[in-house]
Structure formats: C-alpha cells, structure tokens
C-alpha cells in the first residue's frame, strides 16, 4: 500500500504542468494530518531568474488568509466582553460616519466579516500602478465613510475587502492598540519575489504587495507569511474547533484562539444554488463535500460551464477554507478538522487563473482518496480557465472600438494637464494627475500616491470631443 507521501510525490508532474499553463514561478506546499506536518515541497523557483527553489520558510504575501486571522482578533476582543458579534459597528467604531443610512445604524461586527453588508468592494480603486496603496493611511477612515452599499443589507453573500478594512478599525477602538500590535506580524526573513504571469505563460517580477505598508489593506490582506508558520496556525484553528464545539466552551487551554466554533460557523450562503452547504462564516468559506470550491478565488469566473464538484463519490465531508489574490501572489488553505488536516499552498504570482486553487483541489482529492474515475482532470481545467483569461484583454479592445465614434475629434493630451479631484470621495487623497514633460506634452496618467502609467487616447463622442 502507497504512503501518503508517496502519493503525494506522484502529484508532482501534474503540479507542475498546473504551474507551466498558468504561469506560476514557485509554488510551496504543505500537508497536515492527524495534527502531525506530513509533506512538504516546493516546486519552480523563489527567485524565477536565479532559479532558487522555495522551501517551508519562504515568506510570501498570503493575501486573504489575512481575513482569518482579523476575525480572531475580534473573536478574542468579543470574548474579553469589550463587544458581542452582534455590536453595531458605529457603537464600537465612533469615527464611523458612512454615507449609507442602513450601513450607517444597522451593521454589525458579524455583518463586517461575513460579507453580508453589500457594501462596495473597493479594489479597482485602491490598489494602482507598481501595487502602489492609492490611498494613505492618514486618509483611510476618510475613504471608508464616502463608501455606500452595492447589493441590499444582509441580501446575499457579497465579498468586500473594504469591510474588513472597517474591521480593523474596530479592533484598534476596542483595544485601544494599533491593528499592528494587536495582530504582530511574523518575522521576515526568507522572502520571495513576487511575478505576475505573461500571456505566454512567462513571468515577470513586480514589486511585491504594499497592502498594509501604511494602514490600509493590513486587516484584509496585508499578511506575510511561510507554509511553516501558517501549518502551526491552522493546526491551532483545528484543535480550537474541535473542542470548542464538542465543549460549547469559546475558549482552549494552551491556544490564544477564543470564539472559533463562532467564527467558523455559517453565516451566509454562498454560490447558489447548492446541493449540498456553501456558506461563509467569519473570515472562513464552507463546504460540505460533494460540492464546488474556488468561491473566494479567481477561477470561478473563468470556467465557463462552472467549476467542478470536488469529492465525488464519497460521504459528504466538511471543508473549511480559503483563498488568496493580489498582483504577485495566490495563496490557499483547506482544513478537514474531524482529522486535523490542512492543505497549506503560497505561490508566487498572479497567474493567468487560480493555480493555488487548481493545485489545492488536486491534492484534497488525492488525501480523500476520491475513485479515479470521479477525479475531476485539473489540467483540462486549468487550460479552460487561462484561455478564458487570454481573452479578456481582446474582448475588452473590441469593446472600445465598438464605442468609438469616427470622425469626432479628441482633445489633445495636453489639455489635460494638472489635476483633476474626485469630489465625492474626499479632495485630499482621491485625485488624478496628468504629468506635463519639460516639452508641454502630457507623458504620464498618475493616481495620488503612484507613479502613474503612460498617456493615451481614447476618442469617443463626448461634449467638446472629449
């Protein structure tokens, strides 16, 4: 009979053709069971062009696994009495001063970080050229008050990083401590670089992730971390959740974690219709297997006729996880705590789909032993969801050509220069310059605190041919 760590190695082709058709330089991986690290590998390359393999301590941006860990900041504030999960977010956070009335006098803590608010998501906007924060620390309260809701209050599940950004915000009021000294950050010193993928599957380096560099995407993103450390936490989350729900106790001798059989509870469904659960709790995805995953990640919306039912053929099973993605990084965890399992994976690139998720679901197969013939083929999925990708760039150029009106005049760039001021959402951090060279022509398009990308022209018919 194969060893588990045998089994896992015969992975190892498969992971890496996952890694060549999305365009993933590195790529480390770590299996729990039974509360014991069994596996680990580490596949392509830390640093691409000085092709150093990554290792178990190989630090890199985990991105949205950073939610877990703000929600058990605020489990271990709740448990200290200082709020319930129910406390409107205005009663624990003074300084909020939202635009929208029902956001303003009825969200609650739990609504925050279990994406029930339908409040606005805000990354398009936030993150800009060179993964620049586009909006100052100083002026972050500012910009989470100018947001609204998108979706109705407690309507459906709908993810946003800016609620958590206000979660934040409410551990440092209650704690009357810095979201940085409440939830330190782990050392840093084996550390990758961070890639973005190439239509042709190749990589460059960007500059790696600023979320959290001053303030804003700390709470919702901004954690750094190793498939080393990350093992020992989750391992911590499982133990928690095991005891806290046969106990009915919110906390765990020996662990800081308070409140998990709260925090990974339903609270919301999510990506509906579904046979059998999919839900959201705080700062946690669920699934009861059979049943879809990626719901957190990119993949879903680049697989056409839908993504694949993960576990067929075998009782239905609990899964708790998560998904990471921000330029230069993809990063995934799945926990099967009646074993004490985990599947940790962090990755190196924004890869042309979600190779963290692809490469995760293929091992959770292989650890539950799913029949061969009722795997799902990652591979054929994998070439799906990066070809649906390639295409987003010339769908998106016929576009504006369709919308383009011959025979208009534009402006030309110049008369563009200075800077221009988005009124409804503050003067004095939300503004776009255009940068004039020495010669009088405009050369650059900026966003306040980035470089800004090179001018050009798009001609539509407008009031004065703009």
């Known amino acids: 009979m194969e060893t588990l760590t045998s089994r896992l190695d015969a992975l190892r082709p498969n992971i890496k053709e996952l890694m060549r058709i999305g365009g993933t330089p590195g790529l480390s991986l770590g299996v729990m069971h039974q509360g014991d690290q069994v596996y680990f590998a580490g596949y392509g390359n830390r640093y691409a062009e ?104 407690r309507g459906q599940f709908a993810y946003s990083n800016l609620a958590y950004e206000l979660a934040g915000k409410v551990i440092e009021s209650l704690s009357n401590m810095s979201y940085f000294d409440f939830t330190p950050p782990p050392g840093l010193g084996n550390v990758g670089k961070c890639y973005n993928s190439l239509d042709n599957g190749n990589s460059a380096p960007i500059t790696c992730i600023k979320l959290g560099d001053d303030w804003l995407g700390a709470p919702h993103a901004g954690m750094r971390s190793c498939v080393w450390d990350l093992m020992k936490l989750y391992k911590a989350f499982m133990q928690a959740f095991n005891h806290q729900f046969s106990t ?48 957190i990640g990119i993949n879903p919306d680049l697989m056409p006729n839908g993504m694949p039912i993960v576990g067929k053929g075998i009782a239905p099973r609990l899964v708790i996880f998560h998904q990471g993605s921000m330029p230069g990084a993809l990063s995934f965890v799945a926990l099967l705590p009646d074993t004490e399992t985990a599947i940790v994976i962090s990755s190196n690139a924004l890869a042309l789909n ?53 025979g208009t005049s534009p402006r030309q760039l110049d008369a563009y220069a200075g800077t221009w001021v988005g009124v409804d959402q503050g003067p004095d951090f939300w503004k776009v310059e255009f940068k004039v060279m020495p010669g009088g022509e405009v050369d650059r398009l900026c966003w306040a605190h980035d470089d800004g990308v090179p001018a050009d022209e798009y001609k539509r018919e407008e009031v004065g041919g703009r």
């Open 50 to 153: 000085l092709y150093t393999p990554p290792d178990a301590k190989t630090v890199l941006p985990v991105c949205s696994l950073t939610k877990a860990v703000t929600s058990a900041a605020l489990g271990i504030l709740v448990d200290e009495n200082k709020a319930t999960w129910d406390t409107l977010v205005k009663d624990a956070l003074p300084s909020l001063n939202i635009k929208d009335d029902i956001l303003q006098n009825q969200m609650t803590i739990a609504d925050l970080l279990c994406h029930r608010s339908g409040m606005s998501w805000g990354d398009n906007l936030i993150i800009g050229t060179d993964n620049n924060v586009l909006v100052s620390g100083n002026d972050s309260m500012e910009y989470l008050n100018s947001q609204t809701r998108l979706l109705p209050f």
């Open 354 to 406: 979600d190779v963290a998720d692809w490469v995760g679901q293929m091992v959770l197969e292989e650890l539950l032993e799913i029949p061969s013939p009722q795997r799902n083929d990652y591979l054929a999925a994998a070439k799906t969801s990066a070809a649906t990708n390639l295409q987003w760039y010339p769908n998106l150029v016929t576009q504006l050509q369709k919308a383009q009106k011959h």
């Open 248 to 295: 009915g106790e919110t906390s765990t001798e020996g662990l800081p974690l308070k409140q998990v059989a709260e925090l990974m509870s339903a609270k919301i469904p999510m990506d509906q219709p579904s046979k059998n659960e999919a839900s959201y709790g705080l700062g946690w995805g669920r699934v009861q297997l059979p049943g879809r995953m990626g719901q």
